[in-house]
């Protein structure tokens, strides 16, 4: 049977991560060491020749300042819910911080004629790490939906995530981790999604492509480049 990518329903209640700015890399360093970082960074050397650049959901912008790094001509529309992660991240920017845009919004209800100062689409860059795991599948399809239309036509989607591989390894150890996650997030933020969307299928519908997907920790952990035309 065809699946079909619903539509989603009424938005709820943005969660809060304005607590976290101050703990996030320390509580990422407790429970995973370097291999968030890693995973965010695998495709970093793709990235260097990019000239615009959307990224959503950066938390404290530790990627956000080595892609600034790495790439002396990008420029950065950066968006969050969070206004205290944002001010993290632009302040990490340091002497990068002219290149960097950033916005307080919500993604699941962003409308294109609100982004980017008013600019036009154009992104041959889009980067959501770790992002998408907070919204519903139906969620992922309408922003990608959305990101379509302000993308270049050879643009690439550089998506971070955790995953569930099948097998023992997912059952036991996978599962629960991501299970033990939503849980504490969910109460230190106000999380309602309890479940990991399916951001590939939402992606396919909306015309990009899997180019490329790298994994960690068993396929616990995930990075993938998607493309909107080949070639990626």
């Known amino acids: 049977m065809m699946r079909?990518?619903?539509?989603?329903?009424?938005?709820?209640?943005?969660?809060?991560?304005?607590?976290?700015?101050?703990?996030?890399?320390?509580?990422?360093?407790?429970?995973?060491?370097?291999?968030?970082?890693?995973?965010?960074?695998?495709?970093?050397?793709?990235?260097?020749?990019?000239?615009?650049?959307?990224?959503?959901?950066?938390?404290?912008?530790?990627?956000?300042?080595?892609?600034?790094?790495?790439?002396?001509?990008?420029?950065?529309?950066?968006?969050?819910?969070?206004?205290?992660?944002?001010r993290a991240l632009v302040r990490k920017a340091g002497q990068h911080a002219d290149r960097v845009h950033a916005k307080v919004a919500d993604a699941r209800s962003w409308s294109p004629d609100t982004w980017a100062d008013g600019r036009g689409p154009g992104y041959d860059l889009v980067v959501t790490h770790f992002f998408l795991d907070c919204l519903t599948t139906a969620e992922v399809g309408a922003l990608a939906a959305r990101v379509r239309t302000l993308v270049a036509d050879d643009a690439t989607w550089v998506v971070s995530e955790f995953a569930v591989p099948a097998g023992w390894f997912g059952r036991l150890v996978a599962g629960p981790v991501v299970g033990f996650l939503y849980r504490a997030f969910g109460w230190m933020t106000g999380l309602r999604v309890r479940s990991l969307p399916d951001h590939a299928f939402a992606l396919e519908q909306t015309g990009f492509r899997l180019c490329r997907r790298r994994s960690w920790l068993g396929g616990l952990l995930v990075s993938e480049c998607w493309g909107g035309h080949p070639p990626c």
């Not at 539509?7 to 995973?32: H, K, N, T």
């Open 4 to 86: 079909v990518l619903e539509s989603p329903e009424a938005v709820a209640p943005a969660p809060d991560f304005d607590r976290l700015a101050g703990v996030y890399r320390w509580m990422e360093a407790l429970s995973f060491g370097p291999w968030l970082g890693r995973c965010r960074c695998a495709f970093l050397p793709d990235m260097r020749t990019a000239q615009r650049a959307l990224v959503v959901g950066d938390g404290d912008g530790r990627f956000t300042v080595r892609l600034l790094q790495e790439n002396p001509m990008v420029e950065i529309d950066a968006v969050d819910i969070s206004p205290a992660m944002l």
